[in-house]
């Protein structure tokens, strides 16, 4: 009786071993991890948009275009968010001509993943610091920055920082299926609810 049972334990336990295989496998395809770097490259494709954009401001009508938009997903201060520090550069119109001003700002959003698109949005878009620097004035200028962080809200909203890749099987699954995407530090990482 003793020898009946051993090769059915044997037989149970690797039974065992293969389900438990499978699901591992399984909770990894729905799992899908997105690096930081990637979401720069994706991001970099995308600031185009933000090239040359005339805006007006309490204090003046300005030219203005995104140089750079560094990418740090979970800062220490902010470990749920998505930072942007971003480069642009302003030409403001006044009465003398056009001055050039550089303008530095940092922003940090809530990662919004939706599924029928298959990307990932930054929304909530907060300012957490800006600066204006031109050879007359260096520090905050709250009335020319408002403008564009609205302009880089406006387009980060309509515009996703990443797309999953929908060819592959974990692309699929999530495409079908609600999933949440949570910040860690230097990646993004999406599970089905």
Not at 81 to 98: E, P
């Amino acid at each position: 009786m003793n020898r009946q049972r051993s090769p059915m334990r044997a037989l149970h336990g690797a039974l065992l071993a293969l389900l438990l295989m499978i699901l591992g496998g399984c909770a990894q395809l729905v799992s899908y991890s997105v690096n930081q770097d990637e979401v720069q490259a994706h991001l970099d494709t995308r600031l185009e948009a933000l090239q040359d954009v005339r805006l007006q401001s309490p204090l003046a009508a300005f030219d203005f275009s995104v140089r750079t938009a560094d990418v740090t997903l979970g800062p220490e201060e902010a470990p749920d968010r998505i930072q942007l520090d971003i480069l642009g550069r302003a030409g403001v119109d006044l009465l003398m001509g056009q001055e050039s001003a550089g303008v530095a700002l940092r922003l940090r959003g809530l990662p919004d993943y939706e599924h029928e698109d298959g990307a990932i949005y930054i929304r909530e878009l907060e300012l957490v610091s800006s600066r204006v620097e031109s050879r007359w004035f260096n520090g905050e200028v709250t009335e020319l920055v408002e403008p564009v962080v609205g302009l880089v809200g406006e387009h980060l909203e309509r515009t996703p920082v990443y797309e999953i890749e929908r060819e592959s099987a974990t692309g699929r699954v999530l495409g079908r299926v609600p999933a949440e995407v949570r910040v860690e530090p230097g990646r993004l990482v999406l599970r089905p609810r």
